[in-house]
């Protein structure tokens, strides 16, 4: 038993019905839409930060709640020379520090992350 094999949908409404058609109407098959998780967005919690840590370092956050740990550190994104960001879906308020190539830690006292909250912070380092 052979399967006859079928020309994909956008095929069966073109005018040419090629194989090979190239009409920019029909050119693309359509795709489903994604779906959304609104679980993990419902709880995405934002740190904002402002520090030049100098050309070639990496801003790492150590802390306790999960995702974090205080004896390994994840990197935070960098988006400009001094700006970096970090985002996760937070069931849970999470303490942490921020640290320069995850070593030398921030000046101060730990910072407080809750679910949903996006906070913006500079920190300093000696």
Not at 37 to 57: E, L, M, P, S, Y
Request: proline fraction near 7%; glycine fraction near 6%; hydrophobic fraction near 35%.
């Amino acid at each position: 038993m052979s399967k006859k094999l079928q020309p994909p949908p956008f095929l069966e409404k073109c005018a040419c019905a090629s194989k090979a058609c190239t009409c920019a109407e029909f050119a693309h098959v359509p795709t489903k839409p994604k779906r959304s998780r609104t679980g993990a967005k419902k709880n995405k919690a934002r740190i904002q930060v402002t520090a030049n840590i100098g050309w070639g370092n990496v801003l790492f956050i150590r802390g306790e709640g999960a995702p974090l740990s205080w004896e390994k550190g994840i990197a935070l994104k960098n988006l400009d020379i001094d700006q970096w960001c970090w985002e996760c879906a937070l069931r849970k308020p999470i303490t942490f520090k921020l640290l320069i190539n995850d070593v030398q830690w921030c000046d101060g006292e730990n910072y407080t992350l809750t679910p949903k909250q996006s906070i913006t912070i500079t920190p300093t380092f000696t």
